[in-house]
Structure formats: structure tokens, C-alpha cells
């Protein structure tokens, strides 16, 4: 059977741990590819001499040329600069979007038929972005937002209950960003509600954890920002590909009329395979949670404002 092929753009801290995770687990060969030179050769061949190590047959090569690229099945572009203390994920804005913006044009020259998975920030508006430049279907491009913010509610969420993480499935919606929405009602520990578990206060207090979570970690980590987790959580969708799953992941994704949304990228939970984005999925929201939403797309809307 042809070994898919995964090219992960950007070679800094989410991008060298997304494409290491990737062929650990043997979802398909990698490609590396960083505006710097010698930075993504170096961090694949390093990789690569792991492999008997840790027993993959999978490969993974480092380049800065976009020919090597060629037919993708799927594209992770992590390319852009991460936050330090006291920068919001906004900041990053126009640095990024001149860098998501050229990364884009290069995939599409090289992978026509690509599923591209962004994760560079501000997320909502770069993956807006590289939808706009690359004139694929909206169902091919999406961002990684909701299975990490999600993954780090669930986190809270069993060390304030004590029980086993494997229990537990956790509901982010909205922007990446401070307006994001945790939402309880669909966080579950084995299908019991947190609403039935946890008081009101004790969910307030982790819904805020969850909302500063990546600010939680640049304050710790002084240089750069969180990668372990978002690099499992790009992975997780870049397998939900790989594998055809229909895997039920929140993701940015295109709304069309949808809770209510038209023609922007929010995160939302969707069905994914082969071909991307199946369907977006309505869930029933209660009053809350649903001006909560729509505050969230207001400022996922302004922000995109700054780049026209
Ligand atoms: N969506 C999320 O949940 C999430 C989570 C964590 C990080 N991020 C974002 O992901 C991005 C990467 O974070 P990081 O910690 O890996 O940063 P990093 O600085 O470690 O790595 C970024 C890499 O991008 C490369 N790069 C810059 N311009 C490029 C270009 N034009 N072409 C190819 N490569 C280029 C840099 O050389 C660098 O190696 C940041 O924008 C960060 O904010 C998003």
C-alpha cells in the first residue's frame, strides 16, 4: 500500500514535535520543511536515527524546498512566530499572516489535491487566510484550536474530580483565544455530565484555567509557547485524515449558516476523513453558551478586520 505523506511546514517547536510524533506512530512518511537553512535537515535526520530505536519504518526528511513537497495528502503548516510574555496570540497578527499567506501559495503549487491542517496564530484569521489564498474547497483547509483547548479542560477537569483522564471528554467551541467556550453541558466524565459533578464555582474556575491556558505556560516558559500539547492535537487531526476515521474533533472550520455564523472560520466540532471536513456539527447550545459563541465570533470577525 503507497505510505501517505505528510509535510509539516515550520521546523520550530509544534512543527519538528508534530512531524517526530507522526512517524513514531507510522501514520505516513514526513517531510520538514523551514525558511531556515539547515534547521529542518537537521532536526529529520535526527529523528530518522531514532527509528530503530523506537521501531518505525516510516521516513521523515528535512528540506527548504518547496519541490520536495510535491503531492502532499495532507499539509501542517506551523510556519510563523509564537508568543512571548505579555503578547497576546493577536499580536502575531500581521507577522504571520505575511508568512501563512506565502506558505500557502508554495502548498498549492505543489499539492493541488492537499488537506491543509493550520496552526499558525492568530488561528481563526490564519486559517481564514490560507483558505482565501489557496482557493480549495473549504472542507480541504481547516485549524487546530478546539482538540487543544478542549484537551486542556480535560486535563482540569480530572485533576479537579481525581478520576482517570480517560474518562473524560472535554467541549471547547469559538475562537482561540481568550473569548473561547468551554462548554460543560458536553464535557463529560464516561457520559456524566461535569454540570452533575463539579459546582458551579469549581466549573467557572477551570473554564478561566482553560480560556489562559496557553498564557499559563509563555508565562512559565519565558521564551516561546506551549508545543507537546498542540503537536498531539494536530497529529490527532492529521490521523483522523490519514485514517478516513470520521472522527468527531472540534476544529476551526468554515461555518455556513451554521450556529448561525456566515462565511467565517470558528472552532466547532466536526466530522473528519479523508477528504477533510464531512460535516460541521450543530450542537443544541443554551442561552449562555450561545451569546458566549456569538461573542466569540464577534471578536474572531474584528480581528480579521485588521488584515483587509
Ligand atoms: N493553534 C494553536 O493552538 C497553537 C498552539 C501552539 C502554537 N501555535 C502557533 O504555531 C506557530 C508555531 O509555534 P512554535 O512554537 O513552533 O514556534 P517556533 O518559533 O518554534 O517555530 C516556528 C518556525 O516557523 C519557521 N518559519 C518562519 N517563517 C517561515 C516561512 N516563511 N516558511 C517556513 N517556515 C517558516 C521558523 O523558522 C521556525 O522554525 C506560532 O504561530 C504559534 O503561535 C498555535
Redesign the pocket.
Known sequence: MKQAKVTV?????????AAQRIVEKQLSNVVL????EG?PQGKALDIMQSASTEGFDTTIIGTNDYADTKDSDVVVI??????KPGMS?DD?LKT?A??VG??TDQIVAQSPNAVII????P?DV?TQLSWQRSKFPSQRVF???GV??SSRYACFIAEALNCSIKDVRAMVLGG?GDTMVPVPQYSTVNGISITELLTVDQIEAINHRTRHG?AEIVQHLKT????Y??SA??VAMVEAVILDSGRVLPCCAMLTGEYGVENLYCGVPVELGKDGVRRVIELPLNKTELTDLQASVAAVKELSKALV
Open positions: 511546514v515550520g521546523a520550530g517547536n509544534v512543527g519538528a514535535t520543511i523551514d525558511i531556515v534547521l506551523t510556519a510563523g512566530i509564537a508568543r496570540r502575531l504571520n505575511e508568512i506565502g506558505v493550520v496552526v499558525s496564530n488561528l490564519m485549524g487546530m484550536a487543544l483547548d482561540h496557553g516561546g509557547s506551549a508545543f500539547a498542540p492535537s494536530a
